[in-house]
């Protein structure tokens, strides 16, 4: 006991009896299946003066008013078995219990147990309208209470508990106890109240997440910030941005400036995007993309494009021969790791297209050449690109990152194997020589979902891609689909950590920021609810569009 409360007055001290006191009886009632408070329209009285609030609290002793029970019991009030709470992704587990559930009153306050949740606390708080309280001993009816602890389980694991005109929410780490807080504010914003009972609830799979091509199309700092925001609320757990390409470079650069596209997000604008998306549990994952889609970045360094036999260039492709090409970057690679503060990089890999061609050793002899110097009278072009891709997870690994790849990097029959740390990012099976993703998974890799058949949303259509609707992704896809529409066998499903919905600006000009917006809105919910619960959604897909409308 502190010092303070050591020397309360005795009025408080009567307030605290009080306030134990109608929680007592409220816990004795609720276990009798029969709620304290009397119904009289949502308003009324108790003995001793206290207003009954909707939520069925004691206004007075919420308040510190000197109102003390009766000693006569309150007419009852019976309340059926709560309802298991509506929310997008679903919950996982809900254990039902008899009473009026929580609703946010203007004297409720935020409390929580340790000062690592000051952030989650001071946004629930803010979202419900309530009082930011801080840390605190006491316990007050209507408090909504955040607390760590429940040992070293899945750290994105929480427990909420609804009981005697309270909410507390638990979790082992502070990404859980931030989930918690977004099914209440869904509870809340779907329905008024949060029902009575425990949510137990869980993701099955640990990444989840979306992509934004921002290379080819550019989009404003607060159009990204406000997506940061539609994710966290789905508990997603990643956003990518994929800042260079053949079109542009989108991100301010101090190592080679010459390289930067006129319209970009400068490095303010990222630390501002990377610390909201902190601020949410969101790791961002940047991706340069190499060997191939360098475009913009070889306008200012002509001397590094590939060219084949015939001296003709290869579009977006850098000549993996030339050391200066590695250095350069290295240098970007390098520049970035500091500004992007996660732990996670993609490393891009896909579409070279000296891979592209019947006899890449023909058409491209100063790559051939160097691949047999470096390993050998057998090297090829795939080991001197397989080589290319182990060397830039080097540099990136130094900073302590994870790294994935595009599927289409890692290539089949080469002397030298991808770096075995290297996640496999799946999305397509229709290139050159195309691998099923049983053939990674068998090797033991790790994967993630980028299945272009569901995932992609690819701007203008191109090629064979449609949008993808939230309807199919809802009641056809799960993260063992990686490839069409065939679900890899169970046995491989913990080798698949995740999934992302990825956003492509192939032809920029085909829809605004705010179409894009509106087009993925329930495409990102259904994969929301896929990547937290692969199972069959207990919602049919009308009730689970009308449920996204409610909850807004």
């Known amino acids: 006991m502190t010092?303070?409360?050591r020397g309360a007055s005795a009025q408080q001290v009567i307030r605290k009896r009080a306030v134990v006191a109608g929680a007592f009886v409220g816990t004795i009632a609720l276990g009798a299946g029969v709620g304290v408070w009397a119904s009289s329209g949502g308003g009324g009285t108790v003995e001793g003066g206290a207003s009954r609030s909707s939520s069925g609290r004691v206004a007075g002793t919420d308040s510190g008013g000197a109102g003390a029970p009766s000693a006569s019991p309150a007419p009852s009030r019976s309340y059926p078995l709560s309802q298991t709470p509506r929310t997008i992704p679903?919950?996982?587990s809900h254990t039902p219990a008899r009473g009026p559930g929580w609703r946010p009153q203007k004297a409720d306050r935020v409390v929580i147990s340790?000062?690592?949740l000051a952030d989650e606390g001071q946004l629930i708080a803010g979202e419900l309208g309530i009082t930011y309280a801080g840390e605190k001993d006491d316990?007050?009816?209507g408090d909504v209470r955040l607390a760590l602890g429940g040992g070293g389980g899945n750290q994105e694991s929480y427990t909420m508990t609804v009981r005697d005109g309270r909410v507390d929410i638990s979790g082992p780490g502070e990404a859980g106890v931030f989930y918690g807080t977004?099914?209440?504010?869904?509870?809340?914003h779907g329905g008024g109240t949060a029902p009575e009972g425990v949510v137990r609830d869980e993701p099955a799979k640990?990444?989840?997440?979306?992509?934004?091509?921002?290379?080819?199309?550019?989009y404003t700092e607060s159009w990204i910030e406000d997506r940061i925001r539609e994710l966290g609320d789905l508990k997603f757990n990643e956003l990518g941005l994929h800042f260079s390409d053949d079109q542009a470079f989108r991100i301010e650069s101090g190592s080679h400036p010459e390289i930067v596209s006129r319209d970009h997000l400068t490095k303010a604008q990222v630390k501002n995007i990377v610390a909201l998306a902190n601020s949410r549990h969101i790791t961002?994952?940047?991706?340069?993309?190499?060997?191939?889609?360098?475009?913009?970045v070889l306008a200012a360094h002509p001397d590094l494009q590939l060219r084949n036999a015939s001296g003709i260039a290869t579009k977006g492709a850098i000549d993996i021969s030339k050391p200066a090409s590695a250095k350069l970057v290295d240098d970007l690679l390098n520049e970035y790791a500091g500004l992007f503060t996660g732990n996670q990089w993609h490393l891009g890999g896909d579409e070279y297209q000296a891979l592209t061609v019947k006899n890449p050793q023909v058409s491209y002899p100063q790559l051939a050449a160097a691949a047999r110097q470096k390993y050998g009278s057998g090297g090829t072009v795939a080991d001197l690109a397989t080589?290319?891709?182990?060397?830039?997870?080097?540099?990136?690994?130094?900073?302590?990152?994870t790294m994935r790849a595009w599927n289409d990097g890692f290539y089949r029959g080469t002397s030298v194997q991808a770096a075995k740390d290297l996640q496999a990012a799946y999305w397509t099976g229709k290139e050159l020589g195309a691998r099923q993703p049983a053939d990674y998974l068998s090797a033991g890799r790790k994967v993630l979902n980028y299945n272009d058949e569901f995932l992609y949303y690819v701007l203008g259509q191109p090629q064979t891609f449609v949008y993808p609707t939230g309807q199919r992704i809802y009641e056809q896809w799960n993260p063992r689909v990686l490839r069409g529409t065939t679900a890899v066998p169970a046995g491989y499903d913990g080798q698949i950590l995740g999934g992302s919905f990825a956003v492509w600006s192939d032809f920029p000009n085909a829809q605004t920021q705010a179409q894009v917006a509106a087009g993925i809105r329930m495409p990102l919910r259904a994969t929301a609810q896929k990547l937290w619960d692969p199972g069959r959604p207990a919602l049919s897909w009308a009730d689970f569009q009308a449920l996204a409308n409610r909850l807004g």
């Open 3 to 5: 010092q303070h409360r």
């Open 90 to 92: 679903a919950v996982r």
């Open 114 to 116: 340790d000062r690592e």
């Open 139 to 141: 316990v007050r009816a």
């Open 182 to 188: 977004r099914t209440l504010k869904q509870e809340v």
């Open 206 to 218: 640990t990444v989840r997440g979306f992509m934004l091509d921002i290379a080819r199309k550019p």
């Open 284 to 296: 961002v994952v940047p991706e340069i993309d190499s060997p191939g889609h360098l475009g913009a």
């Open 387 to 401: 080589g290319w891709l182990n060397d830039r997870a080097d540099t990136v690994r130094a900073h302590d990152k």
